[in-house]
């Protein structure tokens, strides 16, 4: 960028000052001391900025103006212009051939491209900028070495402070050290501890839980132990409680045990029992009372013993006759009583024969028995009477019937000849006429009224027609009744002859059954005079009578059968009493029967009957006493008594062995009460240990053992025996059930700790610790994840910063060593050859090395005034070559302290810089405008001379200056 | 030989807990999370009772020391158990983070569980129905928690006619490892083994594809955001005629997925402010449980999700001053979302911030001095040793945590190489930032 034009219209000491076509190069400005050229410098400086308030301006006469025309690299050209303290105003100005404006806009900045401290510190060259301590703040100083460092000035000037701030962000989060047991790390830190103790005891549940597992186990084994301790002390508490109930017993079951074995002899394996005895006693008064008996009865009846058998082997017989006496007394009593009727009623016979026929005596029964009256039928007979009196009554009615009707019958023949006149063709011979004449006359009349004569022909025809046909229905009327008339006469006739042979039939009939009866009074034996009514009559009394002499017959058969028999019966009984011959008891028996002989001897049996029946009473007797006997006999023999029963040779003998045996049996009997009792009480016992539980107490478990209730009872007598009165037994177990009590409670201890064990266990087993521990430790850890994330972020910004700073600084540190060192060695004509930066880069300052084998450097305290502004000057200019866009540079006698030598040098290097920047020199001093002619450097020169400017050239601004 | 179906499972860190975000989840969250690792083994059981394997291995870190819980192991018992009744019997070595000799090792394993020795390599043989062996298994437990011997030279098996399958747990790096140096070589050159089942790295890997086969089955239930995808388990069938097959099979029932949005992926319609943003991070919540299908016999439970926040936009000028709690705040929205509540679920567990200005200051200012100067540094940061151990001084203490997650202080974080580049372009985005503001 180059100034073209420059106009000041109000800024101090210049005012309305134009310089026009402005040198691209170098522009010299001359002028002497108060001449306006430090006021013409601060407008340049501040042209591309604006005036700053702050500023030592000059004053304005009313307001600070100026403008500027500038050319850019690009060739546009820009007005820039100033007013007070107001923002430069920017206009492009076309060029002549640009018809339109580019749009662009361009702002002042863009065309200086860096802030007004650079442009000033380093385009803008007087003494000042090339003392270091000229008065700037540290701040400012730091900026300065940074500008004159170069590249990236601007920002590596922030590095520092950003890294500061990402520090300080760092360490507010984390420390320095970055700690997670400091600032914000450190709650979640602990959180993470606390997480990890709350785990690690969690994780130390493990063994917990094998110690207690462990634990439970013995507890386990050790209640186990007492389970069974407990166990058996039960079984001994119940064992003794069975003792304390049964000692009683123990004590009876001693006591008969004792009885028994001193009275075995008095065992018997089979004992009778009361009842037998009982009733061997009953027998024995039985047989005594029989015996009496049996001797009493048998001197009573005095019989013989022979006699006695034989009644006795024909008792049944006996019982059989004896039964039938009433049967036969009845027979006997039937008999005569048949025999008196059959006597009445022969006489009653014979009178009713005479009744019947007088010509009939008592000895024409036979003959009467002969007459067959079963051939002939009563009823036959009866109808053939009532049959012969029908006809003969039918007969005689028939006759005056026949009269009548022959009289009726002569009375409608007559009535009959009447109505046959009457015939209906003649009838039809009327009407055919009639109607013939009606036609005839009609055909007349045709003739003269063909109408007429038609109508009446016609009409005649129909009327007649009608006429007759009335006519013919009333005589066919008449006819019909003639004609029933002589039907009827037909009929009469046809019945008279009917009846004629009806009568005759009749007749023939009663001719005919009058014989037949005729013949049935030669059958019966009656006379022919015997009226033909009665023949029924007699018929039923000869059958009367024949029927009367059957039952005489039979009657008299029956006697003659009922004698038979009894007679029978009597020799039969008669033979039966004759065994019996007890001398003094046999009676003698007529031979024949009669009823009287028959009663004897029914009478005779009957006290036979009853010698039988004592005889009997004594053989009952005797049966009894020997059952008596019998049964004595076996009770005693199903004991096997030693007594000699077989030997008892009498009553007295049986009595004592009776006697004998009872007085044994009730010993024996004693014997098993006892052992009964033993029994029971032993049952007893055994029922009160019944129980499967007290069995087990006595060790004793098998339900089905055939030894078992002995074995039981064994063990029961065993223990007891080892007790030696009921109370000791009750002392020891009262003892035994506070024991056990004791056991009881130690157990249920032992079973809550287990339990408690076992929730403990169950708690142990469970991982929510482990996992409330795990969760805590994640969750604080996410969260010190962040801000560990945060403090790594800022920390690593910070040592990116603090990274970067140290390179660009090296960086840079190089460029100074490489362009501003050449450019030192050149203005210092070779004294040095170079420029490094002092470290720190931007607290420091700038070493020279001098130039020789050994690099010596020399700070710019050590440097004279003049090699430390050629030094700083060099520096400014190599960065000004960096700097784009190429900015004019303003030197307002900075080379007063430069010896001609170096003066001449660094004009040299001015003129190589005016090849791309726009160089003001201002200066008071004449040899300086020379060295610049002598360097015949392109160059524009200009006097300024209180506060006016204007162009000039060397030689006149040279004299110029020279001149004062 | 006959043919061979095995699991090779590793690094199960049976009851260890999946590091999530929140101090209070829903139930169901809750409970899929703190069970996580402990279905994810019980997966891998399901699976070899299906298919009928011959046995199981475990190649190292069946537990983890920091969360070896009585629940842990009684739950390994249990599927142990299950396992015995289908005649699958397990073997294992401890690894370094279950080393032998530990004071927990007072429970006992069941009858078809064997714990391979610590002092010198065991071998096991497996018999068939007829007593004749089909199968080696060598291997050697971790008796600490570092092992820095090369215990796998000492692994010899007399032959090669049956099956051999070495269980080594190991970092497989060549030299000063802690955890058994050894290289692949090394591992080849053994010729009598026919599959080297390895532990340690838990991300699943086929090292050599034919005998010796080498794998890692990695984990098979991911624990944080360093072991994202699914984790599983290796189905091994070795065929005397069709050769080695290997198949990897998912178990893991929750997954860590971290989502990358472009905030302005779709230009015309930018978020605008946090409802914008909400409703664009449910929607891409929502698609990603739409495609999660039940693939296989085990679905996905869940997924653990970390946002990361990218792009351009104006937004971005609204959230960075108050980044944390704005984050916070969408975080705690998103985890109440009912619809990301059940299974399968959506957690959030962070959302990350990495979204840039609308304009892009680097961009303008890349031609800088001190913008070319940072990313120099930059550069030299992530490439060279040096001037990353000069920043890591400076980031402090905090940063010192080595990775290991266990044995690192968890008061500490590893600083991996993508957070040292986010951490680095978030400086120089923040250092661009405030010089822009500071010419302004």
Known sequence: MKIKRLYIEDFGILRNQILEDLHPGIVVIGGLNRAGKTTLMQVLRYLGYGFPQSGQLPPATNKHKAEADIILDSGDIYNISLSGYGQPVLKRIPLTEEKTLNDEIINVEDIFGIDDFTYRQLFTITLDELNRNYGISDHEKRKLQSILLGAGFKDILLLPQ????????????????????????????????????????????????????????????????????????????????????????????????????????????????????????????????????????????????????????????????????????????????????????????????????????????????????????????????????????????????????????????????????????????????????FILLGIILVFINPFIGTLLGLGGIGITAVYYIMTYLNSREARGAVQAQKQQLEARKSRVEAEEKLIKSIEKQIESIKTELDEYKQRLDLSIDVPDSTLPGHLLRIRDIQEGIGELDEIYNKIQEDRGYLEEQYNRYRAFISQFTQEGMHVEQAENYSPENWSRLAAELNRWNNYLKETQGIYVLQQKIEAVEQEIIEILEKYETTLAYQDLQNRQDLENSIAQFIDRSQEAMEYNRQENRLREIRQSVLSSMSSDGVRRAFGYSISNDEGRDEKLLNIFMEICSSYASQEEVEEVYSAKCREREDKIEELDRLKEEGQKLEDVLERLATTENLVRGQRQIDNARAELKILAHSYAVNMTAAFLLKEAEERLLQSMKDSIMDSAGNIFSQMTNGDYKGIQPAEPLLDGDFEAILSGEKSRCQTVDMLSRGTREQLYLSVRISRIMDIKPNLPVIIDDSFANFDSRHLGQSIGILSQLAKTHQIFILTCHGELVDEIARAQCQAQYWKIDRGRIEISDYDKLSSHLRVS | MTKLRFIHTADIHLGSFLHVGGLSLPPEVEEAIETATLEGFRRVCDLAISHKVNFVVISGDLYDNEARSVRAINFFLEQCKRLGEANIRVYLIAGNHDPLGQKQDIFRMPDNVKVLDGSRPEICELRDDNNIPVARIIGQSYTSRWEQDKLHLRYEVPDSNIWNIALLHTQLEASKSNYIPCSLSELKDNRNIHYWALGHIHQFSILNQSRPVIAYPGIPQGRDFGEQGRGGCLLVELDPLEGEKVSFIPTAPIIYKRIEVDIDRDPDNMPEDLTDLEDMLVELGRDLLKANGDQDDHPVGGYIVEWILKGRGDIHDKLKDQEQELMENLTDILRNKPQFSHKPFLWTNSIILRTKPSVDYYNLMKDSPIVKELDNIIEGCLKDDTIRKKLMKELGEIWRGNGDYESSDETLFHMDRSTLEEILLKARQQIIEKLVERRE
Request: aromatic share 8%.
């Open chain 1, 162 to 437: 950003l890294k500061d701030e990402f520090y300080k962000e760092g360490d507010r989060i984390g420390g320095k050290r970055g700690s997670p047991r400091v600032k914000q790390f450190k709650s979640h830190y602990l959180s993470i501890e606390k997480g990890a103790d709350i785990k690690r005891k969690a994780l130390s549940q493990v063994e917990e839980y094998k110690e207690k597992q462990q634990e439970l186990e013995e507890k386990k084994s050790l209640y186990q132990q007492i389970g069974k301790e407990l166990e058996q002390l039960q079984n001994e508490i119940v064992r003794l409680d069975i003792i304390k109930n049964n000692y009683k017993a123990y004590k009876d079951i001693q006591t008969i045990e004792t009885w028994l074995h001193s009275n075995q002899d008095k065992h018997w394996d089979k004992v009778p029992s009361e009842y037998e005895l009982s009733r061997l006693e009953s027998l024995r008064d039985e047989y005594v009372f029989l015996y009496k008996d049996f001797q009493d009865k048998e001197i009573e009846l005095g019989l013989a013993l022979d006699n006695r058998k034989s009644l006795l082997d024909n008792k049944e017989e006996m019982a059989s006759l004896i039964e039938g006496i009433s049967g036969i007394n009845e027979r006997v009593r039937q008999c005569t009583e048949q025999e008196e009727e059959y006597n009445r009623k022969r006489q009653q016979l014979v009178a009713k024969i005479r009744e019947t026929n007088a010509a009939w005596d008592e000895k024409d029964m036979e003959d009467l028995v002969e007459i067959k009256t079963d051939n002939i039928s009563h009823s036959r007979l009866s109808g053939l009477v009532d049959e012969y009196r029908d006809l003969v009554s039918d007969h005689k009615n028939h006759k005056a019937n026949l009269v009548r009707m022959q009289e009726e019958y002569n009375t409608f023949q007559d009535q009959a000849v009447e109505l046959e006149d009457k015939k209906p063709w003649g009838e039809v011979k009327k009407y055919f006429y009639t109607s013939l004449a």
